[in-house]
């Protein structure tokens, strides 16, 4: 990319060579210490091949938005540092037939969330330029930059009102509750032990961020000129990202603001903020009400939700009211989708909305009659390690600007006008993955053995296949367990398949994107039948005849793990597994994990003492009397979301029963264990290097295997 390719011929160029040799080392010396072996298929250099040191070069878009003149798009450009091991964000434009492309933000600075002014003169931005987060102003036609603020707190979700004079955003306020106890200060110049951290708190710890400070996100608004920024809600009661009325008077927020409020995680309303702070609260109902949209008339308000009933997924619709909160319908009931991010269309006649279909992510645009037009089938790609979902688009007079995905590419600035073709603005990784010859991705559709609903999947072949040859398997499962994979450009099956596995990947019941019945076939029921659809995408490759039944395994990563942990509790048909971040037991992880409130209250049919047995009964440590296949543990040392603990009691387990096991534990890695560039590449290089260690020549075989 530009930090290595524009300086390959000279000292920088060779400086970053050295740093990737020494990451590779790094893993090669880890996996030797772990007793994992390096196999030659693994390593050997093969230039045409996606390899573990091409993940620092790959760079991909998100946050795409129309300059206000609609003839230009400013979008955020993301790339791994080599140097730091982080992801590093710039500020990029390009014009709509995708000339003009040049950086507005860059450096060795941190931007985000850049957001034009209504006449387009000035950039508002996050950055960390001069040490902490803070925001930002350019002009655009001076380039000139100004600090506008001097916060003790890191900003977030600014906006400019419509007529240029404030900006909203959010920042967290520190809680000013008494500590129990007040304890003597130690003399000048002694060393005493840390204070002891009194907590009250329902939630009071957050994967990727540890241990919560007592407070809140709290609602500010700052001059266009900068200043010092005005509170404008109070209390214990969270603040969602602002949205302004189009004559700026107000602001739109979605807050639970109930006394109950942290008993009640998927609770919301929308409440409409004066400037003075005066609230008043516009929706009235039991579950989330989020996302708002005023139209550009300013006469109704579109937003999504849904009616909370108790089950673990629910499918979240459009609805419209008026100003006031009055004259309320839901648009979109009769999709069966959930709906994000709703965008009106400028002339007010219709809201473009964002939905995974079937493992596509989808923008369309809905009438106020409730007619569905959709506009684009290919956004997403903004989860880089594995194929999920995601994805991001920005609405316009002329079309759609948002996040456009491929199988064979990180995501681009995609265009699509309102007459005539999508197409894309830019081609971010041309210069790297032209080079390279990656896994041909094809779509699948199979029946499931339980029922013979159709479940839709994905199909990695090794870059070199040849029909002829029989090729090791690996499946591949995603986690949630309510999201879905799609066709979408994934760094970690595309390494599994340049090591010259086919890698098989499917949305089994309980993936979101085909229904809410579909999502609730593992309402209070996981794992279960989901194990049967994943089997059955094994059999169905199987019966393609490129495939080995003598090499096949297993890996996935969160609900992805806990699948992993649960299908060796069941057949010993794999080779080897890794299960990486897993639930192992649903006992101790409900009064262990960030999110126990959500287990207890919608995963589960009661808390955890009144109904012990079924928690057990979904407990994949439950089936570890049955597992004879080798199993790898693999999970971040700081991950709150499926807590260490869980990985540790498996590998004892294993141990105790004499299963070969390895643990790898990631320092200071959170649930999005692959977060930092090194750490994705070391999780997928020890999936394949515990595979590598039990693959076997083609017609090998080990016997008894279980159908």
Do not use: C
Not at 203 to 213: C, I, K, N, P, T
């Amino acid at each position: 990319m530009i930090a290595v390719h524009e300086t390959a011929s000279n000292g920088a160029g060779r400086v970053a060579e050295m740093v990737m040799l020494r990451s590779f080392l790094l893993i090669v010396s880890l996996s030797l210490w772990a007793g994992l072996p390096l196999h030659p298929r693994l390593w050997a250099r093969e230039l045409e091949r996606f390899e573990p040191r091409d993940v620092f070069e790959l760079e991909w878009a998100s946050d795409p938005r129309f300059t206000p003149d609609g003839r230009r798009v400013i979008y955020m450009r993301n790339s791994m540092d080599v140097m730091t091991d982080r992801r590093r964000s710039s500020v990029w434009t390009v014009d709509l037939d995708g000339t003009g492309h040049r950086p507005l933000l860059s450096g060795s600075a941190r931007y985000a969330s850049p957001r034009l002014s209504s006449d387009g003169g000035r950039l508002l931005y996050v950055s960390d330029a001069e040490g902490s987060p803070q925001l930002y102003v350019m002009w655009m036609d001076t380039r000139q930059t100004a600090r506008l603020t001097h916060l003790t707190r890191a900003p977030s979700n600014p906006a400019w009102s419509p007529d240029g004079k404030w900006i909203a955003f959010t920042q967290f306020v520190p809680g000013n509750r008494q500590p129990m106890v007040q304890l003597p200060s130690p003399p000048e110049g002694a060393k005493w032990a840390p204070r002891p951290r009194e907590i009250r708190s329902v939630q009071y710890r957050r994967d990727g961020q540890g241990l919560l400070e007592e407070g809140q996100v709290q609602l500010f608004l700052l001059d266009e000129d900068g200043g010092t920024p005005r509170q404008l809600t109070r209390g214990e009661y969270n603040s969602g990202p602002p949205v302004w009325l189009p004559e700026s008077t107000g602001i739109l927020i979605s807050s639970n603001r109930s006394p109950n409020w942290e008993y009640e995680p998927r609770e919301s309303e929308l409440h409409e903020v004066s400037l003075t702070g005066e609230i008043r609260t516009l929706t009235h109902r039991k579950g989330p009400d989020s996302d708002p949209a005023v139209s550009p008339d300013g006469k109704t308000i579109a937003y999504t939700g849904y009616d909370d009933l108790g089950l673990s997924y629910a499918t979240r619709v459009l609805y419209l009211m008026d100003r006031e909160g009055g004259n309320r319908r839901a648009l979109t009931q009769g999709l069966d989708r959930s709906v994000s991010s709703p965008q009106w269309h400028p002339d007010g006649d219709g809201i473009y909305v964002l939905y995974g279909d079937e493992g596509s992510t989808r923008v369309a645009l809905v009438g106020l009659d409730g007619e569905i037009n959709p506009v684009v089938n290919d956004a997403g790609g903004l989860s880089l390690g594995r194929p999920y979902g995601a994805g991001a688009y920005r609405a316009g007079r002329d079309g759609v600007v948002y996040t456009a995905a491929s199988t064979q590419r990180p995501p681009d600035v995609g265009f699509a006008p309102a007459a005539g073709k999508a197409r894309r603005l830019t081609r971010l990784n041309q210069d790297l993955l032209t080079h390279r010859t990656l896994g041909p991705v094809e779509p699948i559709t199979y029946d499931s053995p339980v029922d013979g609903r159709p479940i839709d999947g994905w199909i990695i072949k090794p870059p070199d296949f040849d029909p002829s040859r029989k090729y090791p398997l690996i499946l591949e499962i995603h986690g949630g367990p309510y999201a879905y994979y799609g066709p979408y450009f994934s760094v970690e099956l595309q390494l599994m398949s340049s090591a010259g596995y086919v890698v098989l990947y499917t949305n089994p019941r309980g993936s979101t994107g085909y229904g809410a019945r579909f999502a609730n076939l593992i309402h209070q029921n996981y794992p279960s039948q989901d194990y049967d659809d994943l089997i059955g995408g094994v059999d169905f490759v199987l019966e393609q005849g490129y495939v080995d039944s003598n090499n096949l395994f297993v890996t996935g990563g969160s609900g992805g793990g806990v699948l992993t942990a649960w299908i060796v509790g069941k057949t010993d048909r794999f080779r080897a597994a890794v299960a990486s971040k897993p639930v192992i037991n649903w006992i101790s992880v409900s009064g262990t994990s960030d999110i126990y409130v959500t287990f207890s209250k919608y995963w589960m049919p009661a808390p955890v003492w009144e109904d012990y047995e079924t928690y057990w009964k979904y407990s994949p440590l439950s089936l570890v009397g049955n597992v004879t296949t080798p199993t790898m543990l693999l999970t971040g040392e700081s991950d709150l979301r499926t807590p260490i603990s869980e990985t540790e009691q498996y590998y004892q387990a294993l141990k105790l029963r004499k299963v070969d096991t390895a643990m790898v534990r990631i320092p200071g890695a959170s649930h999005g264990i692959a977060q930092r560039p090194s750490h994705l590449v070391a999780k997928v290089s020890y999936i394949l290097a515990w595979f590598e260690k039990y693959r076997v020549d083609a017609g090998e075989g080990r016997g008894g295997n279980s159908p």
